[in-house]
């Protein structure tokens, strides 16, 4: 299967091979504005750029499998969009930039979309997607950071394979948004889309040294996407810059009738004249930062723990005040609800959202979870059974649907975030709190908080390692500001050497 898709790689690429090579524009590294600025100036089209991600998945992936499947319209689509642009007609701010997105996000097109599993090869969308170059892989029916086994080996699916780490081969990877994290990571396409449940963008982000916005719960549709728990689920752009992730998080943010009561009620928090006005070089000046006890106990002496207290330093010479060993009340009930009750609520959510999308498709295989479950005991070789199990599966089919209990842990961890995160933010009047990597997760995830991953460094071993500023409800203006002013200032991150 997997050499299969590469070898239809090659073919596309070596069919229009030639085409790509005189122009002056720097590919490698290429941001948005610069693309931008290539089309505008004539030295790139979107058809070279197309040629470019192509060969690099071709040459990568067999390594790093983060792209599960090429679209074999995606010349054709660039072509179009070179065509438009030439008569003057843009569509939009990423008019013909090459995408890849998660392969949790349908379009409708010639790509499949199959959260990994071979179970849901050929489903067909009934609604209309996005220009795009690709699907990325995922760990299969893992949007739970362990997986759907009980075991956790991140990054693996039916269909995908073993997903790499491109900084350090044999590091550890985390889900589920691991292909489009290593994709953008390594220059396999221009901007990537990832989704979370609860640290499915933040946590392979941080690891691949890549820019992750976890977006407020509701700025952007959740419709057409292969669900988990619509309490949670949010999509959210992966890039290698703070301004490319803007430009993404910009152009998928908004009302969408087919997830109506999420999208409308965060409406509210977009911006007049949108996000990019807050790329703002002096973003820290004034900010109010606080830093949650129990978050940074490094080692002294460790290269994470010298290198956080250099970027607490640069945050305060940029005019922010960083208030450290602020105290979360109720810290260990988040922590403790995380292993309990939380399983109980996400699973029941799980088997409802799920049994939804796949009866809403206008063609599947499988239409209920149970259909699932079934298709990977027929096929336990290529599922893994063995290997992985379908716990998760097996847990969320047996559950009757979000009743009292459900609803009572729901409350719960409402008033566990309600009475944390909240609560210190509020009555310390912050603009974010400030985590290693995406260590925030159980503060935010509950009730759609935002947050953004910045690359911070990398360890004795050469692992990336991130910050994250994470806040309210509808705090993304002021996220963005910390996050790129930050980036600016550090410029931290290089790209990835294959170290084995
Ligand atoms: C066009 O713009 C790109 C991106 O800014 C730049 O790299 C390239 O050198 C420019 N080329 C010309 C001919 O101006
Ligand atoms: C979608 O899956 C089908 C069935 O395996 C396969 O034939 C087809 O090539 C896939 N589509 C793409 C774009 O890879
Ligand atoms: C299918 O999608 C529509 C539109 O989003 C929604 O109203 C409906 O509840 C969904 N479910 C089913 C089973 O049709
Ligand atoms: C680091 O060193 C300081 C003294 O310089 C000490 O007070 C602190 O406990 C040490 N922290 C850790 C995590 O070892
Ligand atoms: C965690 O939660 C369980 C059940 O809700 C409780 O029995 C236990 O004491 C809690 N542990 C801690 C460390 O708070
Ligand atoms: C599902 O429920 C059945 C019947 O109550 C039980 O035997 C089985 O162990 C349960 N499975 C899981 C994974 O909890």
């Given at each position: 299967?997997?050499?299969?898709?590469v070898?239809?790689a090659?073919?596309?690429?070596?069919?229009?091979?030639?085409?790509?090579?005189?122009?002056?524009?720097?590919?490698?590294?290429?941001?948005?504005?610069?693309?931008?600025?290539?089309?505008?100036?004539?030295?790139?089209?979107?058809?070279?750029?197309?040629?470019y991600y192509l060969d690099k998945i071709t040459r990568l992936n067999p390594l790093l499998h983060a792209v599960?499947?090429?679209?074999?319209?995606?010349?054709?689509?660039?072509?179009?969009?070179?065509?438009?642009?030439?008569?003057?007609?843009?569509?939009?701010?990423?008019?013909?930039?090459?995408?890849l997105?998660?392969?949790?996000?349908?379009?409708?097109?010639?790509?499949?979309?199959?959260?990994?599993?071979?179970?849901?090869?050929?489903?067909?969308?009934?609604?209309?997607?996005?220009?795009?170059?690709?699907?990325?892989?995922?760990?299969?029916?893992?949007?739970?950071?362990?997986?759907?086994?009980?075991?956790?080996?991140?990054?693996?699916?039916?269909?995908?394979?073993?997903s790499r780490d491109p900084?350090?081969l044999?590091?550890?990877?985390?889900?589920?948004?691991?292909g489009?994290?290593i994709a953008a990571a390594a220059n396999m396409a221009?901007?990537?889309?990832?989704?979370?449940?609860?640290?499915?963008?933040?946590?392979?982000?941080?690891?691949?040294?890549?820019?992750?916005?976890?977006?407020?719960?509701?700025?952007?549709?959740?419709?057409?996407?292969?669900?988990?728990?619509?309490?949670?689920?949010?999509?959210?752009?992966?890039?290698?810059?703070?301004?490319?992730?803007?430009?993404?998080?910009?152009?998928?943010?908004?009302?969408?009738?087919?997830?109506?009561?999420?999208?409308?009620?965060?409406?509210?928090?977009?911006?007049?004249?949108?996000?990019?006005?807050?790329?703002?070089?002096?973003?820290?000046?004034?900010?109010?930062?606080?830093?949650?006890?129990?978050?940074?106990?490094?080692?002294?002496?460790?290269?994470?723990?010298?290198?956080?207290?250099?970027?607490?330093?640069?945050?305060?010479?940029?005019?922010?005040?960083?208030?450290?060993?602020?105290?979360?009340?109720?810290?260990?009930?988040?922590?403790?609800?995380?292993?309990?009750?939380?399983?109980?609520?996400?699973?029941?959510?799980?088997?409802?959202?799920?049994?939804?999308?796949?009866?809403?498709?206008?063609?599947?295989?499988?239409?209920?979870?149970?259909?699932?479950?079934?298709?990977?005991?027929?096929?336990?070789?290529?599922?893994?059974?063995?290997?992985?199990?379908?716990?998760?599966?097996?847990?969320?089919?047996?559950?009757?649907?979000?009743?009292?209990?459900?609803?009572?842990?729901?409350?719960?961890?409402?008033?566990?975030?309600?009475?944390?995160?909240?609560?210190?933010?509020?009555?310390?009047?912050?603009?974010?709190?400030?985590?290693?990597?995406?260590?925030?997760?159980?503060?935010?995830?509950?009730?759609?908080?935002?947050?953004?991953?910045?690359?911070?460094?990398?360890?004795?071993?050469?692992?990336?390692?991130?910050?994250?500023?994470?806040?309210?409800?509808?705090?993304?203006?002021?996220?963005?500001?910390?996050?790129?002013?930050?980036?600016?200032?550090?410029?931290?991150?290089?790209p990835p050497?294959f170290?084995?």
């Amino acid at each position: 299967m997997a050499d299969l898709r590469v070898l239809l790689a090659v073919a596309v690429f070596a069919l229009a091979a030639g085409a790509s090579c005189s122009f002056s524009f720097e590919f490698e590294e290429a941001t948005i504005d610069s693309i931008q600025a290539g089309f505008k100036n004539g030295s790139l089209t979107s058809t070279a750029l197309v040629h470019y991600y192509l060969d690099k998945i071709t040459r990568l992936n067999p390594l790093l499998h983060a792209v599960i499947e090429v679209n074999p319209d995606a010349l054709r689509q660039a072509a179009r969009a070179d065509a438009e642009r030439s008569t003057g007609h843009r569509r939009g701010a990423l008019h013909g930039v090459p995408v890849l997105i998660k392969d949790l996000i349908a379009t409708r097109d010639r790509l499949n979309t199959t959260a990994g599993s071979l179970a849901l090869l050929g489903s067909v969308l009934r609604h209309a997607g996005a220009v795009v170059l690709g699907k990325a892989n995922l760990p299969e029916w893992a949007n739970f950071r362990s997986a759907r086994s009980t075991g956790g080996l991140h990054g693996w699916s039916a269909r995908g394979g073993q997903s790499r780490d491109p900084y350090v081969l044999s590091a550890n990877l985390c889900g589920s948004s691991t292909g489009s994290s290593i994709a953008a990571a390594a220059n396999m396409a221009a901007a990537t889309l990832g989704t979370e449940t609860m640290d499915s963008i933040l946590c392979p982000a941080s690891l691949n040294s890549v820019v992750g916005i976890k977006p407020t719960v509701g700025l952007t549709s959740r419709s057409g996407v292969i669900p988990f728990s619509s309490r949670q689920d949010t999509i959210g752009p992966i890039c290698r810059t703070v301004a490319d992730a803007v430009h993404v998080l910009e152009a998928i943010v908004g009302y969408d009738a087919l997830d109506a009561a999420a999208t409308k009620s965060a409406s509210k928090y977009i911006p007049k004249g949108g996000y990019k006005q807050f790329l703002r070089i002096d973003g820290l000046s004034g900010k109010r930062i606080g830093i949650p006890n129990g978050f940074f106990d490094f080692a002294n002496g460790t290269v994470r723990r010298i290198v956080y207290t250099q970027h607490v330093s640069t945050m305060r010479q940029h005019g922010a005040t960083v208030i450290e060993n602020l105290k979360i009340e109720n810290l260990n009930g988040i922590l403790n609800i995380t292993r309990g009750g939380l399983l109980t609520a996400l699973t029941a959510e799980f088997k409802f959202n799920l049994n939804n999308y796949l009866s809403n498709l206008s063609y599947s295989p499988v239409r209920s979870l149970s259909e699932i479950i079934a298709f990977n005991n027929a096929h336990p070789t290529e599922e893994k059974l063995k290997e992985f199990g379908q716990q998760v599966l097996l847990l969320s089919e047996n559950t009757t649907g979000i009743g009292p209990e459900e609803k009572a842990i729901i409350r719960q961890l409402e008033e566990l975030s309600e009475n944390g995160i909240v609560k210190l933010m509020t009555e310390h009047h912050l603009d974010a709190i400030l985590t290693p990597d995406s260590d925030a997760t159980p503060l935010i995830a509950y009730i759609g908080l935002p947050g953004i991953v910045v690359p911070a460094g990398y360890d004795e071993q050469g692992v990336p390692f991130s910050i994250s500023y994470s806040g309210l409800k509808g705090y993304e203006p002021r996220l963005i500001e910390m996050a790129y002013a930050f980036e600016q200032a550090t410029k931290v991150r290089k790209p990835p050497t294959f170290k084995t």
